[in-house]
């Protein structure tokens, strides 16, 4: 294409600048050939000129087109040169915050100087195993990509991070590490990541300074390679260092320091352990006080002091290492405070008894004065003899520093092999990841050897990256099969042999070194003379004899000569060297070890003279004094050639780390820095390389669908998609050179690109034009059919109008004339019927007037006639009682005469013989006939006895029931009582109120004049009580809304700190059984090492973890509800737990104490198991108390029951017959005969009087006993009336009575009354409680007071009783919802029901079919009292479920049907429990089938825990299977065909269609709810599921589309919205709306109505605040940074927009880093409800397929 073309009118290109390096502008006018200026318009609008050559015109940059100038990738870039790069990097770091750009194989890095949300473990897992081109560049990314080629290739990787100081390198190399460490893992628990991460802060503390430019300069390279095993998991690490810059210990410029660790020693000088090592201020010391800089700003010294002690403890370094390690540092410290003067006349050259030189011997435990004399002399050792020479002041203080210098040196090599022994690889080793921290290019004011040392290591650095792109490029072509022409790059081999050739820079230094008296001024002539006339890459400067340029590759660099010597050198005399190695230290003896066994003996202290002479040889030298002797430049250059030779070994990762102001001021970004960094670290060279050949890369499909509107229809009638994109290609660009197609991609030469986007632009706005022209004239149609249509409605309005006006005047007329006629009729009519009503109203009065007066009269005759009647009835009845009374009193005088005669006459007759003969005639049969009915009178009063006394007895229960109902009954009359008062009262109340109405009817009067004047008042009042009303209505609407939002604050708020209980129990639960796998892990670990047969599981440890899975819930702190009603009962359960575990655990000693190998366990101590015993004897005392005082009290009531007893126990035991005296035996009967005569009429009459008394005893009783009963009902019948007169009387009085005293009394009787009866239950309750203390106590006792036989017996005997079959009657009726296991059977079950059990092989069958099989089971167990089968059985479900679960981890139907079969036992365990607020929907069946003697609401807490698990294995394993589909379908799939149009890929990008659709996600999720609801989980659960797997597909969907850049358009917000709500509509058809999935898809959906919306006025960035609640600032801030406009349909987000909405943002919510990504890993607190199970237990069928024949069915 001609200049002319591309430099038209219009077109943007760079010129430069002094202030900005480049800067844009527009041309004016177009270019012509021959034109010797360029108009430009700058950005400002101000007018320039750019002068050119018109013989050889260079012509500026061109500018890429806007929707390139964030691009990724700058090789993307149409046109690349350094103005573009320069200016995209800009745009990325200041406009979208981005800090992370791709440039090829490299990723330039820019130090923010600023904490980014950009490294959390989100952000880790969601580059992980991504390719590099999908997400956003990121040092994840090049870590995720080396570790993806390492697993792929099987080949060695390496990351190369450099940069200049301050860039950041070191900070990246930690994020990458701490990548590797939490993807790739450890192989087994040993940590072996942490390691590797403890590794940084120490290295960091002993290599790391502050420098002028970077508070944490690294002063030292490190190539840390990171091992992994066959598996790609972490198993070691190693860790070489090259370089440390050991001039800074002991001197720093102005503002910089020394390495950190001094500081942090002197920072924590007053810790109790550094009290001997006199540390004290950084101030004091002379090596850390030269800086003036011992602070800096947010460092805590102290508290990283602290940090690199915890890592030397993580690596394995002893404390008292770390002790003697931080002793050496602070005699460094002491060595560097020791005071030399100049030497006199006496030769003297140190104080002897100087503290400081104390202070380092005795740290260092070596010879004071042997320290004194050989820092101030030297040893000159000749072929024969050696000579001790004294040194000036200048020689001794280097000396001294030489050794601090070496000292530290020294114990820096031995922190690393520390490290690397800590880090040493565990097993073999499969593949390794190299991380390469070195130092960048680095050019000073005055530069020195180290400067040269480090640049020279960058030449090669730089080469190995030269060859590296030159190999890639050349792969790309070759593989592309596009014809390859060798592209000219630059190679610096010319530098680098200048550096290390044979007579080059080095060789020439070291070779001076050799000499006597070299000098840094003769090896610089040495310099001049050998290269400066040879070398393009020499020079001399102009001004200088002691200094050389080198020409690196990032420009020229001029080296002071002075001290390149002397470092190079690195001197440190053998004497000291000696001194240190015989030191009492045993870190100096591994600094300075000796070889052999042979030592140099230290010179004697001489008295006389300078001269000593001592045996010649050095054969005796260690070997670390033989590498010492080797010059510095020769190490550094053999350990960079094998850093090479590493480095080509491995595929390299480039991260070029920049600078972007050299004030550290977060996000300000200084060209002229940004340009000499990015032309010093190579990223300009990748652009060359590139922009030389075809750096703009489409393919076929790509660039069809990008460039479809350019095609022509005859172009596209080809099938071939291939021929289609070369026929437009050869249409379009006319020179064939600028492009070449591959076999799957398009190659284009810079700038073709932009040429095709300008013609795409062209041809989209002229299609833009003509539907702008079609839409504007169906706009103008529309609107001119809608305002005729208005017109004629408006007429027909209108004459409608006066039509109703007419008929509206005539209907009103007609009206009218009604009106009158009836108006008058009304008036007629009222008139008459006002005479009518006076005059029957006359009538009326007149007519009842005369009927009173006639009534009057009637009256009183007849009372006249009455009173009449009663006076002659009385005079009547007086006469007839007198006469009555005379004849009844004559009566009785002749009677008693009568009576007397006879009387008279009946003595005289008794007094006569004939008649006691009469009487005694016939006696003696008469006797023995009384004898028989005295016998029969005998049995007659036993049985009265004995009915007397039942009787006595239902007769006491009645008067007792009676007496409580009396005592009731006194107590309603005491009310009655009240009640009466109250009437009393209310009846004077109504006197009153008579009273008072008469008083009230003469102020009625007073009232009626005053009401008409109150009326007046009553319209004003009336007016101000309506707008008072109205206030009162409005303030206590906003009361109401207040309150109820406090209301819902605090609801909130509650249901929050439920949720994160919730959450933090259920987090416990879930690290309980993270640590129970780490612990099943470590015991299979030490079981595959060992096999041993000692360490086979004996059966008292089963019985053990069998005792631990029984009782896990009393390790939990979290209660339940379904503990609630046992909290009384948790002291006697504990008791039974500790007496089981107690017993247990001796039988376990008794064993282990039994067996061969016990005497080889046997420790010295206390066993712990006695320690619990006596604990628990300790307890036991105290219950012993209570019972004592139990049973004392039990004692005397029973001896007071007894006394009452008494009288009834002896009539009881005698019967009538002894009482009287009659139960004589024969013997006396026969000696009493001649006394039986005389005796036997008292006899008779005795018997006589005790029958009558007898039976007038038990008559009496009977009437007694008939009275008190119907007094007793009468009482309860007059009660009862009275209470219900009381009852309507309250009645009444509430409603008469306002002030309501009498119902509150009532109301508060009924409180005392519940009270009262509380309390009863109470006392009921802790009677039951005492009951089964008392139990559970005895039981106790009794077996901790045997002995330890007696108790094995006892066990061996229960064991027995337990495994055999238990004898349970079975009933001849139906089935009993009972099922019983034997002892031998119950593995049996356990497999049958649990291990083995497979729902679709038992078609019919429950999904609980397990549940309820065990609890059928624990229901027979509870009928026999037999706990220890309970929980064993318990255990038993609970280990093989977990097993079964364990087993079949990744079966997401068996983890379901164990999650239901576990709820439905949590179910069982409660509704059939003793907790009666779960039986409330019970059937009385069901409540027939609970337990009767054992309570296993207990258990619920460790089932409870055991579905958490359950549910969370669930939850991992649908996230599982759906992460993988999240992003392709709601992201990449194109749901809406043709919405969305291809953009230009970056570098890396290989687009292909995506792996799964929406469609395939839905089905997914049907699948999973069709699973849940075939096992018939609960459906609260299943929302609770769901709930947590949206919250996945939305966290997973939201952190990749902020991660992606390429995803934030227009398009794809409309795309990502369709995609939602179809998730919803989803949610919605299966019932799943009200579970709360909707609601965590909120964040997502804001992001897709975020990407829709505008984005330019005020009023936009507001609506953005106030839509986007539930996204963070730092995501709306990250969305719109990386918003992508359509090319040429849409403009960029500007940054004042951004700023705007960031300041909204700032106000709305408080400061503070929020969170970018979303914690996909959280996981909601789960509620496992409880629901009433409808299943009758004795219903229950069992398919014959499960095979339970050995249960029995009871």
Same mark, same amino acid.
């Given at each position: 294409?001609? =200049? ?45 000129? $750019?002068? @050119? ?8 940059? +061109? ?27 800009? =745009? ?125 300069? %690294? ?8 091992? $992994? ?21 002991? #001197? ?183 991380? @390469? ?14 400067? #040269? ?44 042999? @200048? ?32 290269? *400066? ?30 001290? #390149? ?101 977060? #996000? ?20 060359? &390389? ?25 172009? +596209? ?67 001119? *059919? ?5 017109? &004629? ?17 005539? !209907?009103?007329?007609?009206?009218? +004339?009604?009106?009158?006629?009836? $108006? ?29 007066? +006639? ?82 009178? =005998?049995?007659?009063? !036993? ?163 069998? %005792? ?85 009290? *039990? ?179 139906? $089935? ?29 069958? *429950? ?57 439905? @036992? ?233 700023? %705007? ?54």
């Amino acid at each position: 294409m001609a =200049a002319a073309e591309l430099y038209a009118q219009g077109t943007r290109v760079w010129i430069p600048d002094c202030l900005e390096v480049w800067k844009s502008a527009e041309l004016t006018r177009g270019y012509k050939e021959g034109d010797s200026f360029l108009h430009l318009r700058l950005e400002d609008g101000s007018e320039s000129t $750019f002068p @050119l050559d018109p013989q050889c015109p260079q012509l500026p940059f +061109l500018r890429n087109p806007d929707y390139l100038s964030g691009e990724n990738d700058l090789v993307a870039l149409s046109y690349l040169h350094e103005p573009a790069v320069l200016h995209t990097l800009r =745009a990325r770091f200041l406009e979208t915050n981005t800090i992370y750009t791709y440039c090829g194989i490299i990723l330039v890095a820019i130090n923010p100087y600023k904490q980014l949300p950009i490294y959390e473990e989100p952000v880790i897992y969601a580059y992980s195993g991504q390719n590099m081109g999908d997400m956003d560049p990121h040092i994840f990314a090049v870590a995720e990509d080396a570790y993806k080629e390492m697993s792929r290739n099987n080949k060695n990787q390496s990351l190369i991070i450099s940069g200049e100081s301050g860039a950041g390198k070191t900070a990246s190399a930690k994020y990458a590490m701490r990548y590797f460490a939490l993807v790739g893992g450890s192989l087994d628990d040993s940590s072996m990541e942490e390691k590797v991460l403890a590794s940084s802060p120490i290295m960091e503390a002993f290599g790391n300074a502050k420098t002028t430019r970077n508070d944490n300069s %690294s002063r030292f390279g490190k190539y840390v390679e990171i091992c $992994f095993s066959h598996e790609y998991r972490i198993v070691g690490a190693a860790m070489k260092t090259y370089l440390l810059e050991k001039s800074r210990l002991t #001197f720093q410029a102005k503002a910089e320091r020394n390495y950190h660790i001094f500081y942090q020693l002197c920072a924590s000088a007053a810790l109790p352990e550094f009290q001997g090592l006199g540390l004290g201020g950084a101030e004091s010391f002379h090596y850390t006080n030269q800086g003036q800089c011992t602070h800096l700003e947010a460092t805590d010294d102290a508290a990283d002091l602290e940090s690199t002690r915890n890592a030397f403890s993580l690596l394995g370094v002893h404390e008292s290492s770390q002790l003697e390690l931080f002793s050496l540092l602070a005699a460094i410290l002491h060595l560097g405070n020791i005071r030399l003067r100049a030497k006199d006349r006496h030769e003297e050259s140190c104080f002897p008894g100087d503290k400081a030189l104390g202070l380092f011997c005795t740290l260092l435990g070596v010879e004071k004065s042997q320290v004194s004399r050989w820092l101030c002399y030297r040893k000159l050792v000749t072929a024969s003899e050696t000579y001790v020479k004294p040194m000036s002041r200048q020689q001794a203080l280097n000396s001294r520093d030489a050794l601090a210098k070496h000292i530290y040196g020294q114990l820096f090599k031995w922190i690393v092999s520390r490290i690397n022994k800590a880090l040493r690889a565990s097993c073999r080793q499969q593949a390794s990841i190299g991380i @390469l921290d070195i130092y960048g290019f680095e050019t000073f004011t005055v530069n020195s050897f180290e400067q #040269f040392c480090i640049n020279y290591a960058n030449e090669k650095l730089q080469q190995h990256f030269n060859l590296h792109v030159f190999k890639l490029e050349q792969e790309e072509y070759m593989k592309e099969e596009i014809p390859w022409t060798f592209i000219d790059f630059y190679d610096n081999q010319p530098c680098i042999d @200048l550096i290390e050739a044979r007579l080059g820079i080095l060789d020439l230094l070291n070779e001076e070194c050799k000499m006597p008296k070299g000098s840094d001024a003769s090896w610089a002539q040495k310099l001049y003379d050998k290269h *400066l006339h040879h070398s393009p890459h020499f020079q001399k400067p102009k001004m200088s004899t002691e200094a050389f340029i080198v020409h690196h590759f990032a420009g020229k660099v001029e080296y002071q000569c002075s001290g #390149f010597l002397e470092k190079n050198q690195d001197t440190v005399h053998a004497e000291l060297i000696g001194l240190l190695r015989a030191s009492k230290s045993a870190l100096l003896g591994e600094l300075f070890p000796e070889e052999g066994d042979g030592s140099i003996a230290l010179p004697s202290r001489r008295s006389h003279g300078s001269r000593v002479t001592v045996r010649p040889g050095r054969r005796s030298l260690p070997a670390t004094d033989k590498e010492h002797k080797k010059p510095i430049s020769t190490q550094f250059k053999a350990s960079l050639h094998k850093l090479m030779e590493t480095l080509s070994s491995t595929a390299p990762h480039y991260v070029r780390c920049i600078k972007p102001n050299d004030r550290k001021q977060p #996000f300000e970004f200084d060209a002229k820095r940004a340009v000499e960094q990015l032309r010093a670290c190579g990223v300009l060279e990748t652009i060359q &390389i590139s922009a030389s050949g075809y750096p703009s890369r489409w393919t076929y499909v790509e660039f069809f669908s990008r460039y479809r509107a350019l095609t022509y229809p005859e172009e +596209l009638m080809g099938a071939d998609e291939r021929q289609t994109c070369q026929l437009v290609l050869k249409r379009l660009l006319k020179d064939p050179s600028k492009y070449q197609c591959g076999k799957s991609k398009i190659f284009f030469r810079a700038g073709q690109v932009a040429f095709l986007e300008e013609l795409r632009g062209r041809r989209l706005r002229a299609a833009c034009v003509i539907i702008q022209k079609s839409l504007r004239c169906w706009l103008g149609r529309r609107h001119f *059919l809608r305002m005729r249509a208005a017109a &004629i409605c408006l007429q027909r309005f209108f004459r409608g109008f006066l039509a109703r006006r007419l008929a509206r005047h005539l !209907r009103r007329t007609s009206a009218a +004339l009604t009106l009158q006629k009836n $108006f008058k009729m009304a008036l007629a009519r009222r008139s008459y019927l006002r005479t009518q009503a006076a005059a029957v109203t006359i009538q009326a009065f007149a007519r009842g007037m005369f009927a009173r007066r +006639l009534h009057r009269q009637m009256v009183a005759s007849q009372k006249a006639v009455v009173i009449q009647s009663a006076v002659r009835g009385w005079l009547a009845r007086t006469k007839y009682l007198r006469v009555r009374g005379a004849a009844v009193y004559l009566q009785c005088c002749y009677r008693r005469m009568r009576a007397r005669r006879e009387l008279r006459q009946l003595r005289i007759e008794a007094k006569s013989v004939e008649h006691y003969k009469q009487l005694n005639k016939g006696m003696e049969i008469k006797v023995m006939q009384l004898q028989c009915k005295v016998d029969e009178q =005998a049995r007659e009063n !036993r049985s009265l006895s004995e009915q007397l006394s039942a009787l006595r007895a239902s007769h006491n229960e009645e008067v007792e029931r009676l007496c409580s109902e009396l005592r009731g009954l006194r107590e309603d009359k005491a009310h009655e009582t009240r009640i009466r008062e109250l009437q009393e009262q209310l009846q004077r109340v109504e006197l009153e109120k008579s009273s008072s109405e008469g008083r009230l009817g003469q102020e009625i009067e007073e009232l009626k004049q005053r009401l008409t004047e109150l009326e007046a008042m009553k319209s004003n009042l009336k007016e101000e009580k309506d707008a008072l009303n109205q206030r009162i209505m409005e303030q206590s609407q906003e009361l109401e809304d207040q309150l109820r939002q406090h209301v819902a604050a605090e609801s909130q708020e509650l249901l929050c700190q439920l949720e994160g209980e919730r959450a933090r129990y259920q987090n416990l639960v879930k690290e309980c059984a993270r640590l129970e796998q780490c612990c099943e892990n470590l015991q299979d670990e030490v079981a595959f090492h060992k096999r041993t047969p000692s360490l086979q599981r004996s059966p008292s440890s089963d019985s053990i973890l069998d %005792s631990e899975c029984s009782y896990p819930s009393s390790l939990s702190t979290a209660p339940s509800r379904d503990d609630a009603d046992q909290q009384s009962e948790s002291s006697s359960q504990s008791l039974d737990q500790e007496r089981g575990r107690w017993r247990q655990s001796h039988e376990w000693r008794r064993l282990r104490s039994d067996s061969p190998s016990s005497s080889l366990n046997d420790d010295d101590g206390q066993d712990p198991y006695e320690k619990a015993y006596l604990l628990l004897l300790g307890q036991l005392n105290v219950v012993t108390e209570d019972l004592a005082r139990t049973r004392e009290e *039990l004692r005397r009531a029973k001896a007071q029951l007894a006394h009452e007893r008494k009288p009834f126990e002896i009539f009881k035991r005698r019967n009538i017959a002894e009482i009287l005296g009659l139960n004589r035996s024969p013997e006396k009967m026969i000696e009493e005969d001649s006394m039986r005569e005389e005796d036997l009429k008292y006899a008779y009459d005795a018997l006589r009087v005790s029958n009558k008394l007898l039976e007038s005893q038990l008559q009496e009783e009977q009437q007694q006993h008939e009275q008190e009963l119907e007094g007793l009902r009468l009482d309860i019948r007059s009660l009862k009336q009275l209470s219900k007169q009381q009852q309507s009387l309250i009645q009444d009085l509430q409603q008469q009575q306002e002030e309501g005293g009498l119902q509150h009394q009532i109301v508060q009787l009924k409180r005392e009354n519940l009270d009262l009866e509380g309390q009863l239950e109470r006392q009921e309750k802790s009677m039951l409680k005492l009951q089964k203390q008392l139990k559970t106590s005895r039981k106790q006792i009794q077996d901790l007071t045997a002995s330890r036989e007696a108790r094995l017996l006892e066990q061996k005997v229960k064991v027995e009783e337990t495994e055999r079959p238990l004898d349970v009657p079975c009933p001849a009726g139906a $089935f009993g919802g009972m099922l019983g296991c034997k002892a031998e059977d119950e593995g049996r079950l356990i497999s049958t029901i649990i291990t083995d059990f497979k729902l679709q092989h038992n078609p019919g069958a *429950l999904p609980a079919l397990p549940a309820y099989i065990l609890f059928m089971c624990f229901r027979h167990a509870d009928s026999g009292h037999d706990e220890h089968r309970i929980r064993s059985l318990f255990a038993a479900a609970v280990s093989g479920i977990k097993r079964v679960v364990k087993k079949h981890s990744e079966d997401f139907d068996v983890v379901v049907l164990w999650l239901t079969n576990t709820c439905c @036992l949590i179910n069982c365990l409660r509704q059939y429990g003793r907790d009666q607020s779960y039986r409330l929907a019970n059937t009385p069946k069901q409540n027939q089938h609970c337990l009767k003697n054992f309570d296993l609401a207990s258990h619920c807490q460790s089932l409870g825990d055991l579905a958490i698990q359950i549910y969370q294995q669930l939850i991992r394993l649908a996230q599982k299977k759906l992460k993988p589909m999240i992003v392709a379908a709601m992201l990449e799939s194109e749901t809406i065909q043709g919405l969305s149009s291809a953009r230009p890929p970056g570098y890396r990008k290989q687009p292909a269609a995506p792996a799964y659709t929406l469609d395939s996600l839905l089905q997914q999720l049907s699948s999973f709810h069709k699973a849940l609801g075939r096992h018939q989980l609960e459906p609260v659960v299943v929302g609770q599921a769901f709930r947590q797997l949206f919250f996945t597909v939305s966290g997973v969907a939201l952190n990749y589309l902020l991660l992606r850049r390429d995803a934030c358009s227009w398009s794809q917000g409309v795309q990502l919205r369709y995609n939602v709500s179809q998730l919803e509509e989803w949610l919605r058809a299966k019932g799943l709306q009200q579970s709360g999935a909707m609601e965590v898809l909120q964040p997502l959906i804001q992001a897709a109505q975020l990407l829709q919306v505008k984005k330019t006025t005020e009023e936009d960035a507001e609506a953005i605040c106030c839509l986007c609640t539930a996204l963070t600032s730092p995501q709306i801030m990250k969305i719109l940074r990386a918003y992508t406009p359509a090319a040429g349909l849409e403009e960029r987000v500007s940054p004042s927009f951004i700023s %705007s909405v960031e300041n909204r943002l700032a106000e709305r919510t408080p400061a503070g880093l929020c969170q970018l990504l979303v914690d996909t890993a959280h996981l909601f607190p789960v509620h496992l409800p409880f629901s009433c199970s409808p299943v009758q237990l004795d219903e229950l069928r069992i398919p014959d397929s499960i095979n339970l024949t050995f249960l029995t069915r009871v």
